[in-house]
């Protein structure tokens, strides 16, 4: 039973920093691409990055990119959101996901998902 778990969510200032985890368990990671999407309150599930092991790829969205850092250990079977210069529009539930096909960047490409930790950032 593959289950996802994420972790590391909390109340931050504008400008400051979050480390988030996702700790997956019956999955192999170097089988999928994993993923982190965010969702603010009244707003759809929306990509922020993906990592891909098979290819050693990142992305990222525009909106996250050169403040956000996708990573993983592959020993822990653990993926790692670092978000850094954090801002207001940044506020939102922050899902991890996992797909085997292409995609990436859409929702529904996605085979699990986590439970979500909430992330909000003061002005």
């Known amino acids: 039973q593959v289950q996802l778990v994420e972790s590391g969510g909390g109340l931050v200032q504008a400008g400051g920093s979050l480390r988030l985890s996702c700790a997956a368990s019956?999955?192999?990671?170097?089988?999928?691409?994993m993923g982190w999407f965010r969702q603010a309150p009244g707003k759809e599930r929306e990509f922020v990055a993906a990592i891909s092991w098979s290819v050693t790829s990142t992305y990222y969205a525009d909106s996250v990119k050169g403040r956000f850092t996708i990573s993983g250990d592959n020993a822990k079977n653990t993926m790692y959101l670092q978000m850094n210069s954090l801002k207001p529009e940044d506020t939102a539930v922050y899902y991890c996901g996992a797909t085997l096909g292409g995609g990436y960047y859409y929702p529904e490409a996605y085979h699990y998902w986590g439970q979500g930790t909430q992330v909000a950032v003061s002005s």
């Open positions: 019956g999955l192999t990671f170097s089988s999928f691409v």
